[in-house]
């Protein structure tokens, strides 16, 4: 838990003459044993500017426009579009690179963005919910 991590710390920086690498990782060892405890790994993201292992909450890791809103929790992607009627689902594109998503329907973009944390391209797939119109 939280304490061995912090005995940890300890012993970690008198072997390394108190640097704060030693600081940093298990700092980041902390964060991930909290989420875990929590039943919430998912809320786990690195940080875009510091390369950090941060917490996240699921807000932040999404985001929403009149458009779509959608989110990013573990292995999962979800976007929701508003106003497209189901029945055009067909003739959307999908396209995925380990680090951001693209949407588009017939010539003009839908959505395209940044992910918080990567994923595997080649292991991307998507599918269609929704019932009726606007789905």
Request: charge should be negative; proline fraction near 1%; include cysteine.
């Given at each position: 838990g939280v304490e061995a991590c912090g005995a940890r710390l300890a012993e970690e920086e008198a072997k390394a003459g108190g640097g704060g690498a030693a600081r940093l990782?298990?700092?980041e060892e902390a964060v991930m044993a909290l989420a875990r405890a929590d039943g919430d790994a998912s809320s786990l993201a690195v940080d875009g500017e510091s390369g950090r292992?941060?917490?996240?909450?699921?807000?932040?890791?999404?985001?929403a426009t009149e458009s779509y809103e959608w989110e990013q929790s573990g292995e999962e992607?979800?976007?929701r579009l508003r106003?497209?009627?189901?029945?055009?689902?067909?003739?959307?594109?999908?396209?995925s690179t380990s680090d951001s998503l693209e949407v588009r329907h017939g010539?003009?973009?839908?959505?395209?963005?940044?992910?918080?944390?990567?994923v595997v391209s080649d292991e991307t797939t998507y599918e269609v919910e929704g019932e009726g119109e606007g789905e």
């Amino acid at each position: 838990g939280v304490e061995a991590c912090g005995a940890r710390l300890a012993e970690e920086e008198a072997k390394a003459g108190g640097g704060g690498a030693a600081r940093l990782r298990l700092a980041e060892e902390a964060v991930m044993a909290l989420a875990r405890a929590d039943g919430d790994a998912s809320s786990l993201a690195v940080d875009g500017e510091s390369g950090r292992v941060v917490r996240r909450s699921h807000a932040e890791l999404g985001g929403a426009t009149e458009s779509y809103e959608w989110e990013q929790s573990g292995e999962e992607i979800t976007v929701r579009l508003r106003g497209l009627p189901r029945s055009l689902a067909s003739s959307l594109r999908v396209r995925s690179t380990s680090d951001s998503l693209e949407v588009r329907h017939g010539g003009g973009e839908l959505l395209r963005g940044k992910l918080h944390a990567q994923v595997v391209s080649d292991e991307t797939t998507y599918e269609v919910e929704g019932e009726g119109e606007g789905e």
